[in-house]
Each structure stands twice: as C-alpha cells, then as structure tokens.
C-alpha cells in the first residue's frame, strides 16, 4: 500500500455500510412455512399491503409449513405459515428455547382430491380415498366401474408439509402414507404431475384445483367449495394459521391485521380460500 | 542474499538500503508463509468438516437405540409384529387375485383382527406418546404392557377364526386353481411362527447398539413424521442413489470414453477443437438447469417414447410417471461425461510417444495400436476417470431432488431390467428434501447426518481408490 492511510478509510466506509444495513433491514418482514400459505396467497396480500404502505419489504419462503414453525422456534422468521396445528413436540421445543408458539387462524380451506380430467370418475367414498393412498387398493379396476384402468400413481406433498400431516390425519385414519407414493414439494408441482399422468392422483388446496388437466372429484357427493367447507359438509377442511412468537409485535402485527381485516378476507376470497368470517 | 553478513565496507561505500521486511519477515518468507497459510487453511477446514460430520451423526446411534428402547417397551413392536399379519393377508389377497363372492369374503375375514389391531394399537400408541411427554420422577405407563401381551389368548382366538375363514374359503371356491391354493396353504401354514414369535416377545429385553446400527444401515423403510412410529432405514434411499448412478454411467461410460479415444487417437486437429471444448462446455451447466430441463422437457419427451407402439417390447415400456430413475439417470449421464471425458482424456494423452511409435515401428495399422497397446496402458487412467465420474453423479443433489419421483420405497427388481423406469429416492435428495424441517438436535436431525456421512465415505473411498489405481499402474516414462 502506498498510503496506509486509503486502506484505512476503505475499512471504515465497509463498517459504516454494515452499520447502516440492519436499519435498512428494519422494514423486512421475514415469512416462512406453508407451500398452500405462501406460494399464492401471502405473496399477493404481501403485494396490497406494500402498494398501501410504501417502505415495507417481504421475505417469502414456502418450503413446508414444519419449516415455518422450525424457523420461528430457531428465530430466522417473524411470523411462521402452518396449514396444520403445531405438534406437541414442536410446542415443547418452543418452550426449551423460551419460543411461545402462538396460532392465528388466517382462511379455512379444504384438501380437494384431485384426478387426470381423462379419468371418468366422478366421486369417491371416504373409504375409498383411505384405501387409495395407503396402498391397499393399488389399481383404477379395484374402485369398481366408472374408473379408468391401469396402477394407481399417488402424489403427495413431502414430510415438511402441514397438508401432509392433515391429510393424514383427516382423511386417511393416521395411517401411514403407501411406499410407492410419489413425494412432491407443492401444489403445484401435483397439479402438473397428475394433469400429466392419466392413472394420476393428488391432494392440493382449494386454490389450485381451477388448473387445465386436472379435475376435481367429489367426496360422497360434496365437492369442495366455500360452500361446502362453512357448512361444514366437506369432510377434509382444516383451518390455516398463522404463527408468532407469543403477541406479534410491530410490522408483524400490522401486517397480520391487514390480512384479518375485510380488505385482507376479499384478497383470501379471490385467490380460492375461505375467509375467516 | 539479504539477512546474509555483508562485508564491512569503508564508510562512504557502505549499504544503506533498507531490506523491506513484513511483519519480520522478509519478502521471500512472506510470500511462502502466505500460500504455506492458504493451504493450511483448507486442510484444517477439511479436518473441521469431518470431525463436524462425526460429532453430530455419531449422536444418532444412542438415540436411535433410546428410540428403539421405548418402541419395545411401550407394546408398539408386539402391535407392529400383528401388523405384519394384516399386511401379508392384504398382500396375499392381491396376488390371489379373488373375484366376487370369495373376494368378499376374504376381505371380511381380516376384519377382527384388524379390529383388535386397532384397539391395542391405540392403547400402546397412547403408552409411547405418555413416556415420550412424561416429565422426569413421573410414574411410567410401562406396566401396562403386560396388560397389552396379556391378550394373547384373544390373539390366537383370532387367528383360529381367521384360519377357519380362509379353510371356507378354500373349500367353497371350485375355480380356485392349483397354484393359489398352495400359496393359502403356505400363508395358513406361517400363523404358527407368528404366534410363537408373540408369544416369544419379551417387552424389557434389552436393546443393543448393534442393533440401533443395523436398524439404519439394513433398515428397509425411510418414514418420517408418521403418527405411528418413525422408522430410519437407509436401504431404500442407497439402492435409489445406485440405481440412477448405474443407470447414469451405463449412459456415460461408453459415451465418455469413446469420445475421449476418439478424440485423442482418431480425430484431426479441426475436429478435436471443436469436440473438445463443446464436451467440456456442458461441464459448465448448472445442475439446477439441467433438472428443471428435466421436468419441463426431457420427462415429457421419455415417456411420450415409452408409449410409442413398436418400442413397447424394451423392458419397463410404457410407463406412466414422468419423473423416475430414468429421467434422472439421463441428466446424470450428461452431467458425468465431461468429467470422464476429461480425465480419460488426460490419460490416453501421456502415454508415452515411443509405445506407439514401436507398435508403427513393428507393422501394426492405427486401430490395431490404438485397441492393443494404447488403450490398455491408459487403462489405470480411464478406470480412475470412471470412478470419479461415478463420485461426481452420487453426490449431484437437484437433478435428483427434482427429477428422480421421490418415491421413498426400494425399487421392485422383480421387473428386471424394467426397474429403471421406477420412481426413486436418493440420499441426496432426503437431505435436501428434510433438511429445512428439522430442528437441531433431534433424531431426525442427526439420521440425516448419518445419511451425509455416508455419502461422505463413499465418496472419500471411490477418490482413495482412484488415487490408488491410477498411481500403481503408472507407466514409467520412456524417453
């Protein structure tokens, strides 16, 4: 170095700058968890809430809701999206690392079973749909006339999703998934491989099913809708929530009462969800 | 020459240039200290990453065998080994392949053991859920075990129903060929071990470290988050991480190394600067790009060839899922030819000039060389380039994580060689897959470890064994 003096100064302007950046950061909101939450729904709440509060920014990542909950606990988000309830042993992690899990149910929505649109069947028993996707009936024939013919290809969402547990656990007994389902990581990417696979099967949320090549089948004669879930006719809705570290605070807390508020509800409403009034 | 004595000279030719000195050291010593220090820091990262690797799987064989412990003790194992019953009796009806009445009646003579199942399983169920929330100096549940393996009796009732069921069946069903009546014969003749093995179980026998090891390395059946209980067997995801690595270099090997020969021996100059650089370009693809070619491209294309007519006798076509182990295996393939190709490359070239200008020398035309004496003293070199290609597609994460169908189950070798076109999960992409949903610290945390760990041997002894191979069959260098 020529002069020691430049090198100094570049030091200091590098620690000023990193100084400055987590006051920039102080406007991030960092959301993770829910593929069903975050792929569609937050980020277009997300999008109003910016147009109306310039200023704010958004870190979306939707991964799975148990790596929502995950981040929270570990301290990397500021609200965790869950399509399920959190589990005990999640809870109790919380609680070792003084994390107060605390739920907020945002929208309802319902787990829609959905088919290739080149299946003729129309509808399904509940037994039926348990007997498919634990592996007991492995072939389009066994459901009986109406079906197309050929193995049954199951689609799934993967261990970090909450639709997977709540599918589980409201459709299939708390059995155990069959070994020859397929793990995808979100709906999407279930409604492309079904729309794809004439002896195709899957589970996605309300907000997908309105996809080319794919169709929806009905559940004892109920289909999934606004309708069918606030009757409670529809046998797999589940509640989708939002989760903080005890109160939320702050930007968390205003952005949670935008979605709560009618504003919020209509964009839930819009994106193929079931707003909380 | 500096640091040296320098002779004294008189006062008006004596020295004053000061010799620049960093830190105490001069320049030369500086610059050796510099590089000598960026080497050291790589070895020690190394060393920091294998020791990190140990410390936190090695924690996963005293939970597994804790896990494995509360699994006895609780009457869960005793309700799974009745479990197994139901399967083989589902298992059995499926390959029987019973229509009508006698489908029926089948199906109903599961339904009181099934329904004994469900009432113990949830009652041992609600034990292992108490002991795994129970504070420290509270009572356990243990003891209702014995209440659990006390039913016994109502175990063999039902198993004597079940046995009379399926005698009916027998009997009433003329159409029943000759071969599906022995496999009931069989099926009726294993209730007698399962029943010994019932009434054999033992819920405080202890289990050992062994058998917590043996439990992840041979286990059959990767299942996570299950309400039941957690299973952490390895097999499944090893042969998925095999199947789409022979299929990978089943493509790439001949591949490879035919266009590393033909490059080095047969082309021209022209040709070989086009080749060269074009195989070595595709070395520069991202991964990730590959695997999303894979889903939007190349599984659509697979399968529409599967389905034509005149191709349907090749094993395994036509199939349904768009993403398996052969779509997987293609982008693997794509991915380990430049390494191949380089390497291989590499050692086709330093065969020494004076093998092949012998062979000229003694009359043999170019093919004849090339096949007879250049390959085979090359061969430690290609061998090596194989192995490290094979490093290289074991390890590769997204193409698998997004092409391969995640399908954790080990893939059905009864079709032959039609395996390939079954849905697959690796090592790598479990890892990937489960990693954003695990908290530090827990079982599933550190049997994902295990899994890297794992990858991290393999792929530590293919580069050992390539080092090894290419440096003893060395060729001394004749000039």
Request: proline share 5%; net charge positive; aromatic share 8%.
């Amino acid at each position: 170095m020529k002069n020691p003096l430049r090198l100094l100064s570049f030091l200091a302007a590098g620690f000023a700058l990193t100084a400055i950046a987590p006051a920039l950061q102080a406007q991030k909101l960092v959301i993770k968890g829910s593929d069903t939450l975050g792929a569609k729904l937050v980020p277009t709440i997300a999008e109003d809430y910016r147009a109306l509060n310039p200023g704010r920014s958004f870190e979306i990542a939707a991964e799975g809701s148990s790596t929502g909950i995950a981040a929270l606990i570990s301290g990397t988000a500021d609200i965790g999206m869950s399509s399920r309830r959190a589990r005990p042993a999640e809870l109790s992690n919380g609680a070792a690392k003084g994390v107060t899990l605390r739920p907020l149910i945002v929208c309802y929505d319902g787990i829609a079973i959905i088919v290739n649109a080149a299946n003729p069947i129309t509808t399904l028993t509940k037994r039926q749909v348990e007997q498919v996707f634990t592996g007991d009936l492995r072939s389009w024939d066994d459901l009986g006339s109406g079906a197309a013919s050929g193995p049954i290809s199951i689609y799934t969402r993967n261990t970090a999703s909450g639709t997977y547990a709540d599918f589980k656990a409201l459709a299939m007994n708390k059995r155990d998934y069959a070994p020859s389902s397929q793990k995808l990581a979100g709906n999407e990417q279930i409604v492309a491989e079904v729309a794809a696979n004439p002896n195709g099967i899957g589970y996605v949320g309300l907000a997908y099913i309105n996809a080319p090549g794919v169709k929806v089948v009905a559940i004892e004669g109920d289909l999934p809708s606004k309708e069918s879930v606030l009757a409670n006719r529809y046998p797999y809705a589940r509640p989708n929530f939002f989760y903080t570290n005890g109160e939320p605070q702050g930007e968390a807390a205003r952005f949670i009462d935008y979605v709560l508020s009618e504003a919020g509800q209509q964009v839930v409403e819009r994106v193929g969800f079931v707003p909380v009034r | 020459m500096r640091g040296l004595s320098e002779p004294k000279n008189p006062p008006a030719f004596q020295i004053h240039k000061r010799s620049r000195r960093i830190f105490g050291l001069s320049r030369e010593e500086a610059i050796r200290a510099f590089f000598g220090g960026q080497a050291l820091v790589a070895v020690v990262v190394l060393a920091l990453i294998t020791v990190f690797l140990f410390r936190e799987g090695f924690g996963f064989f005293a939970q597994q065998r804790a896990e494995l412990t509360r699994y006895r003790r609780s009457g869960v194992e005793f309700v799974d080994l009745l479990r197994a019953q139901e399967k083989a009796h589902g298992e059995l009806g499926r390959r029987l392949g019973l229509r009508g009445e006698a489908a029926d009646r089948f199906a109903d003579a599961i339904v009181p053991l099934r329904a004994l199942l469900g009432e113990l399983g949830e009652w041992a169920l609600e034990i292992k859920e108490s002991e795994e929330s129970r504070a420290d100096g509270a009572p356990t549940r243990f003891g209702e075990v014995a209440e659990i393996t006390a039913q016994y009796p109502k175990i063999e009732d039902t198993f004597g129903e079940l046995t009379a069921q399926l005698g009916t069946i027998t009997e009433s069903s003329p159409g029943l060929s000759p071969e599906q009546r022995a496999q009931l014969e069989k099926h009726l003749s294993g209730f007698g071990a399962t029943l010994a093995k019932l009434r054999a179980w033992d819920a405080e026998k202890p289990v050992s470290g062994w058998q917590a090891a043996r439990s992840f390395f041979f286990g059959r059946q990767w299942l996570t988050a299950s309400f039941w209980q957690d299973f952490y067997g390895v097999v499944p995801l090893f042969t998925g991480s095999l199947l789409v690595s022979a299929i990978a270099l089943g493509l790439a090997v001949p591949l490879g190394l035919g266009a590393a020969i033909y490059v080095s021996q047969i082309a021209g100059a022209r040709e070989r600067s086009v080749i060269k650089p074009a195989i070595e370009f595709i070395a520069a693809i991202p991964s990730v790009v590959l695997g999303f070619f894979g889903i939007a491209v190349l599984g659509q294309a697979l399968r529409a060839l599967s389905q034509v007519e005149w191709l349907a006798w090749l094993p395994g076509f036509p199939y349904a899922e768009r993403l398996n182990a052969l779509t997987a295996g293609c982008l693997l393939a794509l991915i380990a030819v430049p390494t191949i190709f380089t390497l291989a490359e590499d050692a086709l070239a330093s065969v020494p000039r004076a093998l092949k200008e012998g062979s000229y020398a003694l009359g043999a035309r170019r093919m004849q060389t090339v096949a007879r004496v250049i390959v085979p003293s090359a061969l430690s070199g290609m061998v090596s380039a194989v192995l490290l290609g094979l490093g290289r597609v074991i390890g590769e994460t997204m193409v698998v994580l997004l092409c391969a169908g995640n399908r954790i189950a080990i893939p059905d070798f009864s079709a032959g060689l039609g395996v390939v076109t079954q849905p697959v999960h690796t090592m790598t992409g479990i890892i990937a897959q489960e990693m954003g949903e695990v908290a530090t610290g827990t079982i599933h945390y550190r049997a994902l470890f295990v899994v890297g760990l794992l990858l991290f041997l393999i792929a530590l002894t293919l580069n050992y064994s390539a080092q090894k191979i290419l440096g003893r069959y060395r060729l001394p260098s004749l000039r």
